[in-house]
C-alpha cells in the first residue's frame, strides 16, 4: 500500500485553479519533495492532503483513508509542520511537546515521557524550560517540528521547513530530516532548489497548480538535458516543461 | 477525554500568563465596588447600597471572561498553531470543551472576589451568597459563549473591540447596575429588559435576598441566551474548522 495516493485533487478559489488534477503516488517511507515557485500549489495540495481544505474535486488517500469520508483515520496517521512556526508562544518547550503528546491521545503520564524523550533526542535540554516565544528561529522551528513527531505520525508534512532560516541552522534541521527517511514518509514542500536535491528520494515540480513532473533529481535532469539541477528546473517548471 | 484536558490545561496557562488582561478583569469590578461604596458614603440618598450593587458589579466583571475567550480562539486562529491543531485528530467538542473549562473556575474565582469584596464593605455574609454564586454559572456560560463566537468570527482586533469596549459597556449600562433602567424607560428600557444582563443581574439580587420566585423568570432569560449564543458558537466555530 502508498503511503499516499491522489487522483485528479483539484482546488478552486473562485477564478483561481490553485491545484489542478495532481495524480500522484509515494510510497511509505519515502521521503518526496514538492518543489515550485510561489504560488505553484506546494501549500495548497499539504492542506488538502492534511484535511485542513476540502477538494474542490478528485480524491486522496493516506495510509488508504480517504480525505473526503474519514477525516478522522486520516488525521490519527498525519503530522503537520506549517509553513509558520507553530508553536504555542507562552507555554515552555517542555510544556508544548505535553501537550502535543496530550493531544495526540497519550494520558499524562505517557506525554510527559515522550516530551522528556524527545528533549532528549532532539537536543532541547538548554531550553526545555523556556517560553517558545523566547527562542530564536532557528530553535522555533525544531520545537516545531520535533511537535509534529511527537505523536509518532505516519505521514509527516513539512510545509516550507527551512524558510527564513541562516544557513546553519538550515543544515542542523536538514540532518533531523535525513534522519526520519525510511522511519517516517515525509512530505517536503521547498522553493529552495538544493534542499529538494539534498534531501528527497523523489521530486515533484509543481508549477501554476499542475505537476509538471516526477522523478529522482538525476532523472529530472537527464529528462531536461540539463547537465546541473537549476537548469533542470527552469526547463521543467517554466514553459518547456509544460510540453515536456 | 485526554485530548480535551490537555487542551483545556494550556488554554489556562494561556489566560493566566496574560497577567495584563487577568489583572485588569480580577481588579476592575473590585475597583469599582470600592469606588462606588467610598462615594455612596458621601451622599445622603442610597445611591449605590451594596446588596444591589455587588450582584450588577459580579455580571459586569464576568463581561471580561468573553474578552478572555474570544482573545484566545482570535490568537490562535491568527497564527500557524491552529493549523497543527486542526489536522490533530481533535474533533470540535474538543476544542470547544477545551476553552470553556478553564473560564469556569475563572468565573467562579472572579464572583467570588467580588462578592467576597462586597461582604468586606458591609453585605451580610449569609448562606444566600452560596445561592448567588451559583446564578452567576448560566451567566458565565453566556460570555464565555459570546468570547467562543467573537472568536471563531473575528481578529483579535475586532475582539478587543468588541469584547472589550462594546460588550462591557452594554453590560454595564444595560444592566441596572448603576442605575434603575425603569427611570429611563422608553425604548432604553424595553432594549435593556430584551437582553440577557439586566436579568443576570436580578436573578442574582434575588438569590442574594432569598427571593427564590424572584429568580424567575431571569434565570430563563439568561438561559436561553446562553444555549442561543452557545449553539451559534458552536456552528461558527465548526465552519472554521472546515476551512
Known sequence: ????????????????????????????????????????????????????????????????????????????????????????????????????????????????????????????????????????????????????????????????????????????????????????????????????????DRIGILAEGRLRTVGTAGELMARAGASNFEDAFVALAGERGAAL | MNRTLAFAGRNAKEIVRDRINLLFGMGFPVIL???????????????????????????????FISLFSGMLIARDRAGAFVQRLFTSPMRAGDFLLGYILPLFPMALAQGAVCYLTAVYLGLPATANLLPAMAVLLPTALLFIAIGLLCGSLFTDRQVGGLCGALLTNLSAWLSD?????????????????????????????????GDWGGLFPHLWWVVGYAAAVLAVAVWAFRRRMRG
Not at chain 1, 41 to 69: D, F, N, Q, Y
Request: proline share 3%; net charge positive; charged share 20%.
Open chain 2, 177 to 209: 447596575t448603576w442605575f434603575e433602567v425603569s427611570l429611563v424607560g422608553g425604548a432604553f428600557e424595553r432594549v435593556a429588559n430584551a437582553l440577557p444582563f439586566i436579568h443576570a443581574v436580578k436573578a442574582g439580587r434575588a438569590a442574594l435576598a
Open chain 2, 33 to 63: 465596588l470600592l469606588l462606588l461604596t467610598a462615594i455612596q458614603k458621601h451622599v445622603p440618598t442610597e445611591l449605590f447600597p451594596v446588596a444591589r450593587l455587588a450582584p450588577g458589579i459580579a455580571v459586569f466583571g464576568l463581561s
Open chain 1, 1 to 200: 500500500m502508498n503511503a499516499i495516493e491522489t487522483k485528479a485533487l483539484t482546488k478552486r478559489y473562485r477564478d483561481k485553479l490553485a491545484l489542478d488534477g495532481l495524480d500522484l503516488c509515494i510510497g511509505q517511507g519515502e521521503l518526496f519533495a514538492l518543489l515550485g515557485v510561489n504560488g505553484a500549489g506546494k501549500s495548497t495540495a499539504v492542506k488538502l492532503l492534511s484535511c485542513l481544505i476540502a477538494p474542490t474535486s478528485g480524491e486522496a488517500w493516506l495510509m488508504g483513508h480517504s480525505i473526503l469520508r474519514e477525516r478522522e483515520r486520516v488525521k490519527a496517521v498525519i503530522s503537520l509542520s506549517p509553513q509558520e512556526t507553530a508553536v504555542a508562544p507562552n507555554l515552555t518547550v517542555r510544556e508544548n511537546l505535553e501537550l502535543m503528546a496530550g493531544i495526540g491521545g497519550c494520558a499524562r503520564g505517557e506525554a510527559r515521557a515522550r516530551a522528556a524523550q524527545s528533549i532528549r533526542e532532539g537536543g532541547f535540554a538548554q531550553v526545555a524550560g523556556k517560553q517558545a516565544r523566547t527562542l530564536s528561529g532557528g530553535w522555533q522551528r525544531r520545537l516545531s517540528i520535533a511537535l509534529a513527531l511527537i505523536t509518532e505520525p505516519q505521514i509527516l508534512f513539512l510545509d516550507e521547513p527551512t524558510l527564513g532560516l541562516d544557513v546553519l541552522s538550515r543544515r542542523e534541521l536538514w540532518r533531523e530530516i535525513c534522519r526520519l527517511k525510511g522511519r517516517v514518509t515525509v512530505v517536503l514542500t521547498t522553493h529552495y532548489l538544493e534542499e529538494a536535491q539534498a534531501l528527497s
